[in-house]
């Protein structure tokens, strides 16, 4: 290198460093230490890239297309991730996008979760591979309080055709025969919640799925609209209003007789919700979105509450919530696939506030949404975990057998 290059390579360096100094200087505000005994974080892992079905609607059989080889995320790296994170997060959930039974170690993947006594961790899964040493240590460590499976249908060729695989025996099976061994163990946790997605492919027949699900012996079915669920998606209930409301009626017919099992289930459609201008869908979008746990009065946030959540700030993402994928990158939300650090190679108090956060949450603080957030509407949990912060709180009890 000449003298002329080497003078140039210098002053970038310092420039670069300036720069650095600069923001962090500008941005200290936002900083987020790691000391703090508040646990401000809703943490979403992803612990693999893999998974054995191919769900319409779902980015993973695109995902999968492209060929990648699959990783699952090293148990040393799961350690490190766990010890450096955990004691911040009031929510842990596995995964935020794949299916976390698919980990060859899952078993050993609870084991480490449930040497921090997050209080809420949530697993997430299509249930295939609900048994043996998986369920087992579920069962045994009393590590994940809820356990969230997904059932569109009991139909098998519905499933076939929505889940791309002959999974619905084994998934109910499965499910039935986990339910049963928790009664059995005498155990409280996990929670089982059915998730049911709502779309005109299974819309007639969700009152019967509904009741087999019922019969299974969850705690609770959620059912959501299929996202998004405005005209773009050629499932989306909006297409047929009536039909859903419908369904709707006929669907509550089956939670009057099973007065036993919490059931979530989204409004029916009024006149106008469904207008040109997409405003009182939004409208019906956010009622549908309420978790049923409103229901039980849990909506409000207690006065006092210590949390992260700036006053007046458009999104909590940045300061409440982790995404980490099986890489260790870290995102603030499902809509930013841009990573703004990696918990693996910085470690998890310096990619959380990296100067591409600090940025963030400087915009979101003063209002600028720029990029993925001036196109967000997004209403779902990880943009309000405050919400979900307080619907966790609250008690519940296994349904009665
Ligand atoms: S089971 Fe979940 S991750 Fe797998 S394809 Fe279906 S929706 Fe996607
Ligand atoms: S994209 Fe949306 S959810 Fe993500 S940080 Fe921005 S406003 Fe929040």
């Given at each position: 290198m000449g003298p002329l290059a080497s003078q140039m390579f210098t002053y970038q360096r310092i420039r670069r460093a300036a720069g650095m100094l600069f923001h962090r200087a500008v941005f200290s505000q936002h900083l987020m230490t790691t000391d703090r005994p508040d646990r401000p974080l809703l943490l979403r892992i992803d612990i693999n890239d893999l998974c054995n079905q191919l769900c319409t609607g779902c980015f993973y059989p695109k995902y999968a297309s492209k060929g990648h080889r699959g990783h699952s995320m090293s148990l040393h790296d799961f350690e490190k991730i766990a010890a450096e994170t955990f004691h911040l997060a009031y929510y842990v959930q596995l995964p935020f996008g794949f299916e976390p039974l698919m980990h060859p170690r899952f078993d050993r993947i609870v084991r480490i979760a449930a040497r921090y006594n997050v209080p809420n961790t949530g697993v997430v899964t299509n249930g295939s591979l609900l048994l043996g040493k998986r369920a087992e240590a579920i069962l045994e460590t009393q590590a994940v309080t809820g356990l969230a499976i997904s059932i569109d249908s009991t139909d098998p060729i519905r499933f076939r055709q929505l889940r791309g695989r002959d999974h619905v025996r084994l998934v109910m099976r499965n499910a039935e025969t986990f339910i049963r061994a928790r009664t059995d163990s005498r155990v409280?946790?996990?929670?089982v919640v059915a998730n049911t997605i709502i779309m005109r492919s299974n819309m007639k027949e969700l009152p019967k799925t509904l009741e087999s699900i019922i019969s299974l012996g969850v705690d609770e079915v959620q059912m959501f609209h299929i996202e998004p669920m405005d005209t773009s998606n050629p499932e989306s209930a909006v297409h047929c209003p009536a039909e859903w409301n419908e369904a709707h009626e006929r669907l509550g017919e089956v939670i009057r007789r099973n007065s036993k099992t919490r059931v979530y289930l989204p409004p029916p459609y009024e006149a106008?919700?469904?207008?040109?201008?997409?405003r009182s869908l939004q409208r019906h979008t956010q009622l549908s979105r309420r978790?049923?746990?409103?229901?039980?009065?849990?909506d409000a946030v207690p006065p006092?509450?210590?949390?992260?959540?700036?006053?007046?700030?458009?999104?909590?993402c940045p300061w409440m919530v982790a995404i980490i994928n099986c890489w260790g990158d870290l995102m603030p939300c499902s809509h930013r696939n841009e990573p703004l650090g990696n918990v693996l190679n910085d470690g998890f108090e310096k990619a959380f506030n990296s100067n591409r956060h600090l940025r963030l949450r400087n915009n979101l603080v003063r209002g600028k949404l720029k990029g993925a957030c001036a196109l967000c509407t997004s209403k779902t949990p990880s943009s309000d975990p405050l919400r979900r912060r307080i619907v966790r709180a609250i008690d519940w009890q296994p349904a009665e057998a």
């Amino acid at each position: 290198m000449g003298p002329l290059a080497s003078q140039m390579f210098t002053y970038q360096r310092i420039r670069r460093a300036a720069g650095m100094l600069f923001h962090r200087a500008v941005f200290s505000q936002h900083l987020m230490t790691t000391d703090r005994p508040d646990r401000p974080l809703l943490l979403r892992i992803d612990i693999n890239d893999l998974c054995n079905q191919l769900c319409t609607g779902c980015f993973y059989p695109k995902y999968a297309s492209k060929g990648h080889r699959g990783h699952s995320m090293s148990l040393h790296d799961f350690e490190k991730i766990a010890a450096e994170t955990f004691h911040l997060a009031y929510y842990v959930q596995l995964p935020f996008g794949f299916e976390p039974l698919m980990h060859p170690r899952f078993d050993r993947i609870v084991r480490i979760a449930a040497r921090y006594n997050v209080p809420n961790t949530g697993v997430v899964t299509n249930g295939s591979l609900l048994l043996g040493k998986r369920a087992e240590a579920i069962l045994e460590t009393q590590a994940v309080t809820g356990l969230a499976i997904s059932i569109d249908s009991t139909d098998p060729i519905r499933f076939r055709q929505l889940r791309g695989r002959d999974h619905v025996r084994l998934v109910m099976r499965n499910a039935e025969t986990f339910i049963r061994a928790r009664t059995d163990s005498r155990v409280r946790y996990p929670c089982v919640v059915a998730n049911t997605i709502i779309m005109r492919s299974n819309m007639k027949e969700l009152p019967k799925t509904l009741e087999s699900i019922i019969s299974l012996g969850v705690d609770e079915v959620q059912m959501f609209h299929i996202e998004p669920m405005d005209t773009s998606n050629p499932e989306s209930a909006v297409h047929c209003p009536a039909e859903w409301n419908e369904a709707h009626e006929r669907l509550g017919e089956v939670i009057r007789r099973n007065s036993k099992t919490r059931v979530y289930l989204p409004p029916p459609y009024e006149a106008d919700d469904i207008s040109k201008d997409g405003r009182s869908l939004q409208r019906h979008t956010q009622l549908s979105r309420r978790s049923s746990h409103e229901t039980y009065e849990t909506d409000a946030v207690p006065p006092g509450e210590p949390d992260s959540y700036p006053e007046g700030v458009f999104c909590v993402c940045p300061w409440m919530v982790a995404i980490i994928n099986c890489w260790g990158d870290l995102m603030p939300c499902s809509h930013r696939n841009e990573p703004l650090g990696n918990v693996l190679n910085d470690g998890f108090e310096k990619a959380f506030n990296s100067n591409r956060h600090l940025r963030l949450r400087n915009n979101l603080v003063r209002g600028k949404l720029k990029g993925a957030c001036a196109l967000c509407t997004s209403k779902t949990p990880s943009s309000d975990p405050l919400r979900r912060r307080i619907v966790r709180a609250i008690d519940w009890q296994p349904a009665e057998a």
